[in-house]
Each structure stands twice: as C-alpha cells, then as structure tokens.
C-alpha cells in the first residue's frame, strides 16, 4: 500500500506531454496558480468543484464543449489536498495516488492512475513523495476515529472528495491522469463539520463555513493552522512541476 521506492520511470523515455492541471476552487487553486508562476503559459489551470457528484457534473459539462478533445492536453493532472488515513502520513506530506477507489464500494472498484505520468512526476519531486492510495468520499470526514476505521477498511492512505469522479470520467475518454495530494490534516486530527457548508454545486458559503468553526473554535484552529503549512507545500509542488519539460 506505500512505497518509498524508485519508481521504474526510464529517463530517456521522452518527457510526458501535458498542460492541463485540475485543482478544486478557493484556495488551492490559488496555491497551485501562484506555485506554477512564470510557467502558466505552458499549463491551462482549471478550477474544479468541490465533491464527487459536483466534480461529474462539471466534467460531463466540460465535456460537451466544441472540439473538447482538441482543446485539452493528452494527459491530466489533478492537485489538491487531502486527509490522512494513516498513522505513516502527517500534515505537508506529499503523496502521489496510485489508485484511488470509491467510498462505501469494495477495494476491487479502485482505479488506476496513469503509470507513466506518476512515475515522470516522481522523479521531478523527488524521493520525498510517497506513493500511496485513495478512496473518494462525498462528505468531509471529520473524526479522527473514522478517518483511521477507513484506512484499515479500504487498504487506503487518503481521502479525498474528488479523485475517483476523475478517474471514473477520463477512463470512458481513455485520458491518462495522475493525482497528487497534500496532507491538509492528520488521521489522529478532528476536524469541524464542515459538511453544510458545501453548497450542491460544490462551492463553499463563507457565512456558513464560518458559523461551523465557531462551534468547535479548538478543532478549527488546529485544522487553519495545518490547512496553511499543506497549502505551502501544494505551492512548493506546483512550482517544481511547472519547471518540467512540457514536451
């Protein structure tokens, strides 16, 4: 299930073509834009929705857009954060998906992820990046004790709220993708409950997400500060991959 390991990639294959980097709206997105920095022009960043069903929702749409295929790079990327489903992860690990699987189905319905471009992306992060597994989930997982029930039920590492809707839409269209995650918080961290601050289409109500924090002020803090130190590393990682060669 985790692997520190050299990856198999062969450095005189020729550099993975790709320009077309996924990343949920808000924050993120703005650590990845600002991390790619003077190598925009070389990738089209696209903010994405927050959620499984929202996620679908947008990619179908995408999707149906004129000449969609002509306009899309051969292979995508998807960045963002995630939590830990492991006592091996801490806050600011990066984690690079394997598979990534469905919560509430059986570890048989796991997809996986573009071998190929994973390994490309191990070799420019380097050895620190761990490779691991997923499971999507449509809600947050705010207890610490569910997070690690998870882990051990899934045979997974992290969770997300976007990786599998991905993996099961570029499948269909035969798009490599690869994934990159991380860790915004801790397996043993418990996180507010965040869940009705979520609108359908998978954008946040500051006033609501707000109202949340205040109920549990210990657990919010701890979950900012942990949010700000991940962000960082996500800005670090997007500016090591925008100085790869783009083919």
């Keep these: 299930m985790l692997s520190r390991t ?10 993975p073509s790709f320009a077309t980097v996924l990343v949920p709206q808000g924050m993120e997105y703005q650590a990845v834009y600002q991390g790619i920095g003077i190598n925009k022009s070389k990738f089209k960043i696209i903010a994405i929705p927050a959620g499984i069903q929202p996620l679908t929702n947008f990619l179908e749409q995408w999707q149906q857009s004129p000449n969609f295929l002509d306009k899309i790079s051969q ?4 960045m963002g954060l995630g939590g830990s489903l492991s006592l091996n992860y801490s806050v600011g690990d990066v ?3 394997k598979k990534c699987g469905l919560m509430d189905y059986s570890q048989e319905s796991k997809g996986s992820c573009d071998q190929f471009l994973t390994n490309a992306l191990f070799q420019q992060l ?3 990046t761990i490779i691991g597994e997923g499971i999507s989930s449509d809600r947050i997982i ?10 051990k039920k899934y045979q997974a590492d992290v ?3 976007e990786g599998y809707a991905l993996l099961n839409w570029s499948d269909k269209l035969n798009i490599p993708v690869a994934m990159i995650r991380v860790i915004s918080d801790g397996c043993q961290q418990d996180l507010p ?4 601050a979520f609108m359908e289409d998978g954008s946040l109500q500051p006033l609501i997400l707000a109202r949340q ?6 657990n919010s803090i701890h979950l900012i500060r942990s949010s700000l130190k991940s962000l960082q590393v996500l800005q670090e990682v997007a500016n090591t991959i925008g100085k790869m060669d783009n083919g």
């Design 193 to 196: 409950d965040l869940t009705d």
């Design 75 to 78: 292979r995508l990327i998807l």
């Design 126 to 128: 380097g050895n620190m």
């Design 6 to 15: 050299h990856s198999h990639y062969n450095p005189n294959d020729q550099n």
């Design 142 to 151: 705010c207890s610490a004790e569910e997070k690690l029930l998870l882990g």
């Design 95 to 97: 984690i690079l998906y």
């Design 213 to 218: 924090m205040l109920k549990n002020p210990s």
């Design 159 to 161: 969770v997300d709220m």
